[in-house]
C-alpha cells in the first residue's frame, strides 16, 4: 500500500494535531481559567486518530479513498479553525475571526457525515 502525497500530508497533520493536544493540555493544567484551551486540546486529541483511520481506510482500499480524504481534510481544516479560535482566545485574549469556531465546527461535522458516506458507500473494486 503505497499512501498519495495528499495522504502522507493528512497523515502528518494528524501526527501534529496529537502532538499539539498534548502541549495544550499541558498549558491548560498550569493557566487558570483555561477552559478554552482544554476543549482545544481535546478536540485535537479526539480527531487526530479519526484522520489516521480515514487516510489508512482510504490507502487500503477498505472505503471509498476520495470520500475518505474529503473528510480527513474537512475535519483537518475544522480543527485548524475551531481549535485555532479557541486557544487563541485562550492565550492571545482575541478571536482568530469572527464565525471562526462556529464555522470549524461545521467543518467538523461535514467530515463526519463525509466520513460516514465514504463507510457506507462500497467501495469500488
Known amino acids: 500500500m503505497r499512501l498519495a502525497p495528499i495522504e502522507r500530508g493528512l497523515g502528518a497533520f494528524a501526527c501534529l494535531c496529537g502532538l ?3 502541549a495544550a493540555s499541558a498549558a491548560a493544567a498550569h493557566i487558570a481559567g483555561a477552559d478554552s484551551l482544554k476543549i482545544a486540546a481535546q478536540f485535537l486529541l479526539f480527531h487526530a486518530p479519526a484522520i489516521l483511520a480515514l487516510v489508512a481506510l482510504g490507502a487500503g482500499g477498505l472505503v471509498r479513498a476520495p470520500l475518505a480524504r474529503l473528510a480527513a481534510g474537512l475535519i483537518a ?3 485548524c479553525l475551531f481549535c485555532g ?4 482566545r485562550a492565550l492571545a485574549g ?3 475571526f469572527p464565525m471562526a469556531a462556529p464555522s470549524g465546527g461545521f467543518a467538523l461535522m461535514g467530515g463526519w457525515l463525509v466520513g460516514m458516506a465514504a463507510l457506507l458507500i462500497p467501495a469500488e473494486r
Open 85 to 88: 479560535d479557541l486557544a487563541l
Open 94 to 96: 482575541h478571536a482568530l
Open 20 to 22: 499539539l493536544g498534548v
Open 77 to 79: 481544516i475544522g480543527l
